[in-house]
């Protein structure tokens, strides 16, 4: 009976060390990756944040010019001295019904754009064509103070200036211009809405300051349940652009453009259409598959130099 406590016992401590030791290694294999992936619930909320955008209406929407706010409250910042307003005879783009608010992008005669929202009551008239608007709702705080804009075309024409600590609710990201994230928050008191420089926009998320969008790393898991295997690099020059699609098909749609030079994280490969090898990439929020045609594979265990 003393012989069998004893073998008890050492099976018992064989058990234990293969578990630590089995842990530690898949540990080790998680942790094995030169960039980093999501750390917290609101970070990956945040590296899921689709691109909204404007469409164009060449012939105009109305009959005038109607008022329009940074956000979609008659109590919100109302720019020019409290007198902003958009032709909406002329070329306008529209985003979409917020709150029976109509949020605009209007041409201004210096060339610069204006993105704002027409109250519901000069919308009943106006013939958008559009549905109604989605955005996220993802509350962080400023690390450092930014600038904030109502035009998405350049960070040279900010309306004020967020400081740090400042609390914002992230509501969407914007790339066809710039680098933007769109948000909401409040200047000297007053609601507006307005787009900060996803480049230098420096969030305090869970206790951690990322700066730029960057530093937010990747997501942990594709749409296809796959990790990160590796990084691509697309082929060419900073001005050549190269298409990803939604399928592994040089004849599916395009979901994003990419240039020479940058770098993505691939989560799985596959044989397309074409007999090429396709790799399923993750650029910016979103997902789709890049021709080996056009782009270089590395695979994480030969990343030695991506800090």
């Given at each position: 009976?003393?012989?069998n406590?004893?073998?008890?016992?050492?099976i018992a401590?064989?058990l234990?060390?293969?578990l630590?030791?089995s842990c530690?290694?898949?540990?080790?294999?998680e942790g094995d990756?030169?960039c980093?992936?999501?750390?917290?619930?609101?970070?990956?909320?945040?590296l899921?944040v689709?691109?909204?955008?404007?469409?164009?209406?060449?012939n105009?929407?109305g009959?005038?010019s109607c008022p329009?706010?940074t956000?979609?409250s008659?109590?919100?910042i109302?720019?020019?001295?409290?007198?902003a307003?958009c032709?909406?005879?002329?070329?306008?783009?529209?985003?979409?019904?917020?709150?029976?608010?109509?949020?605009v992008?209007?041409?201004?005669?210096?060339?610069?754009?204006?993105?704002?929202?027409i109250?519901?009551?000069?919308c009943?008239?106006?013939?958008?064509?559009?549905?109604?608007l989605?955005l996220?709702s993802?509350p962080?705080?400023l690390?450092?103070?930014?600038?904030i804009?109502?035009?998405?075309r350049s960070?040279?024409?900010?309306?004020g200036?967020?400081?740090?600590g400042t609390?914002?609710?992230?509501?969407?990201?914007?790339t066809?211009t710039?680098?933007?994230?769109?948000?909401e928050?409040?200047l000297?008191?007053?609601?507006?809405?307005g787009f900060?420089?996803?480049?230098?926009?420096?969030l305090k998320?869970d206790?951690?300051?990322?700066?730029?969008?960057?530093?937010?790393?990747?997501?942990?898991?594709?749409p296809?349940?796959t990790?990160?295997?590796?990084?691509?690099t697309?082929?060419g020059?900073?001005?050549?652009a190269?298409?990803v699609?939604?399928?592994?098909?040089?004849?599916?749609?395009?979901?994003?453009?990419v240039y020479?030079?940058?770098s993505?994280?691939?989560?799985?490969?596959?044989?397309?259409?074409?007999?090429?090898?396709?790799y399923?990439?993750w650029?910016?929020?979103v997902?789709g598959?890049?021709?080996?045609g056009?782009?270089?594979?590395?695979?994480?265990?030969e990343?030695?130099?991506?800090?």
């Open positions: 009976m003393k012989h406590g004893v073998c008890f016992r050492l401590i064989v234990v060390l293969m630590v030791f530690g290694n898949v540990l080790a294999e990756s030169s980093p992936a999501a750390e917290s619930e609101t970070v990956a909320t945040l899921k689709p691109d909204f955008k404007f469409f164009v209406r060449e105009g929407i009959k005038g329009i706010y956000a979609p008659e109590d919100s109302r720019l020019a001295d409290g007198k307003a032709n909406v005879e002329t070329e306008i783009s529209v985003g979409g019904y917020v709150d029976s608010w109509l949020m992008r209007c041409e201004l005669k210096d060339g610069r754009a204006r993105v704002g929202y109250p519901p009551k000069y009943k008239p106006l013939k958008a064509n559009i549905s109604r989605t996220v993802i962080v705080k690390a450092q103070s930014i600038d804009t109502d035009n998405p960070n040279t024409t900010p309306f200036t967020l400081q740090k609390e914002i609710t992230i509501l969407g990201k914007y066809y710039g680098n933007w994230w769109y948000v928050t409040k000297n008191d007053r609601l507006t809405r900060i420089d996803r480049d230098w926009a420096a998320i206790g951690k300051v990322y700066t730029g969008n960057e530093e937010l790393g990747f997501p942990a898991v594709s296809m349940n990790t990160k295997t590796g990084m691509i697309v082929n020059n900073s001005d050549e190269m298409i699609r939604r399928r592994s098909d040089p004849e599916s749609s395009m979901v994003a453009r020479g030079g940058d993505y994280p691939c989560y799985t490969e596959e044989i397309g259409s074409t007999e090429k090898t396709w399923y990439i650029v910016d929020g997902w598959w890049i021709s080996s056009h782009s270089q594979y590395t695979a994480n265990d990343i030695t130099d991506l800090d």
